[in-house]
């Protein structure tokens, strides 16, 4: 990486609207040098490569390759600093608050912008916070938290088939079986609601009581019920009931923003 005062920056998104916004407000410091803006992952991992910069300015959510796999394709020694950019990635947001990594959530605002860079400056003139442990430690976490199921294999009639996590409602627990409620339909399952619980990604399902997990995305409204517990109304009109047991396991979905 490069040795002198000058931050020496690269800039990589997919958009090139959200390039121009980063490049613009890096012009506006003095001891900052633009070396390059790569528009995909191929270009970013060859830009670093070749321009060795201090710090880049590197996209979550790009076509194909992602900002994570850009990290990966590099050794964590010889990774630069990293200043994430992402639209929307809640999972992403918590693991790199964990990890100790400045972000920019998009849109962003100058004051923002100007407090995570004057941040990387900080962290560029130390070389022994333990950066390359910390980008390894938040890569092995996102691989581990990402590896849940997209749908779900149902066995209906002699016959096998998936139904997509994203067309489940909710599922209710009936003795050994699982009630997938999908709209109009309702596909069976074979197994318990708290084995189930434990393989489904818990920012998409919350389990609001003994025999029922719901699909956030699902939920219309909640409305507050006797002794802490809740009125859980979904978008097709179903009702159900959020216990308070189940309302104290997942507290950070109740609170006012």
């Keep these: 990486m490069a040795s002198s005062s000058t931050l020496h920056v690269l800039v990589v998104d997919d958009e090139a609207p959200a390039r121009r916004k980063i490049l613009r ?37 790009m076509p194909g390759l992602d900002g994570f796999g850009v990290v990966q394709a590099i050794s964590a020694n010889e990774m630069p600093r990293v200043v994430f950019v992402t639209a929307h990635d809640q999972y992403a947001l918590r693991a790199f608050e964990v990890h100790a990594f ?10 923002r912008f100007r407090t995570v860079l004057r941040r990387a400056r900080e962290q560029n003139a130390q070389s022994g916070d333990g950066f390359a442990a910390r980008i390894q430690d938040l890569l092995r976490q996102l691989q581990r938290e990402r590896a849940f199921p997209d749908r779900l294999l149902v066995h209906e009639n002699a016959r096998a088939h998936f139904v997509s996590i994203g067309d489940v409602s909710w599922i209710e627990a009936d003795r050994n079986y699982l009630l997938l409620h999908c709209g109009a339909k309702t596909h069976t399952l074979r197994g318990t609601l708290e084995s189930l619980a434990g393989t489904l990604d818990p920012k998409i399902f919350v389990r609001i009581n003994r025999g029922s997990l719901v699909r956030l995305d699902a939920i219309r409204e909640l409305l507050p019920w006797f002794h802490g517990e809740y009125k859980v109304i ?7 009931r959020w216990s308070r047991r189940y309302v104290k396991q997942r507290p950070e979905l109740l609170k006012l923003s």
């Design 25 to 61: 407000l890096l012009r506006q410091e003095p001891d900052v040098r633009v070396v390059g803006e790569a528009g995909g992952a191929e270009s970013a991992i060859a830009s670093i490569e070749k321009h060795r910069p201090d710090l880049v300015f590197l996209d979550v959510q």
């Design 234 to 240: 979904l978008k097709d009109a179903t009702e159900l």
């Design 102 to 111: 400045d972000y920019l959530l998009k849109p962003f605002g100058e004051e």
